[in-house]
Nanobody
C-alpha cells in the first residue's frame, strides 16, 4: 500500500514562494503519474498540477500556470511543487496524489487518483 507524505507548507506573504515536497513509499514510484490538488475551506478539491512518470509531461491549472512548477525525482521517490508569486487565493490545504493504474497520463480530476497524502497547509497573507 502506497504512502504519501507532504511537507513544506506554511505561512508566507503575498508575492513569496514555497516549495512543497511529497515523499512516496514503495519501489514503484517511477511507474506512476503524480498530481497536486488543493482544497480551501468551503470549496471542493481542485486540480493544481500533474506530472507523468518520467516528468516529460506536465499539466497545470490555469490559475497557477506560470507561477507554479511541478517536478519529480524518481531516485528519491519525491514529487515537488515550487510555488512562486503566491497570492492570498492560493491559501488551501495542498494534497499530493498517485494516479490510478494503468493509465499514467497526468490526469486533472480527483477520481483519477487512488492514493492521497494527508495534506499540508499553505496560507498566503495579503
Amino acid at each position: 500500500q502506497a504512502q504519501l507524505v507532504e511537507s513544506g507548507g506554511g505561512l508566507v506573504q503575498a508575492g513569496g514562494s514555497l516549495r512543497l515536497s511529497c515523499a512516496a513509499s514503495g519501489r514503484t514510484f517511477s511507474t506512476y503519474a503524480m498530481g497536486w490538488f488543493r482544497q480551501a475551506p468551503g470549496k471542493e478539491r481542485e486540480f493544481v498540477a500533474a506530472i507523468s512518470q518520467s516528468g516529460g509531461i506536465t499539466k497545470y491549472a490555469d490559475s497557477v500556470k506560470g507561477r507554479f512548477t511541478i517536478s519529480r525525482d524518481n531516485a528519491k521517490n519525491t514529487v515537488y511543487l515550487q510555488m512562486n508569486s503566491l497570492k492570498p487565493e492560493d491559501t488551501a490545504v495542498y494534497y499530493c496524489a498517485r494516479r490510478s493504474p494503468p493509465n499514467n497520463y497526468p490526469g486533472v480530476r480527483p477520481y483519477e487518483y487512488d492514493y492521497w497524502g494527508q495534506g499540508t497547509q499553505v496560507t498566503v497573507s495579503s
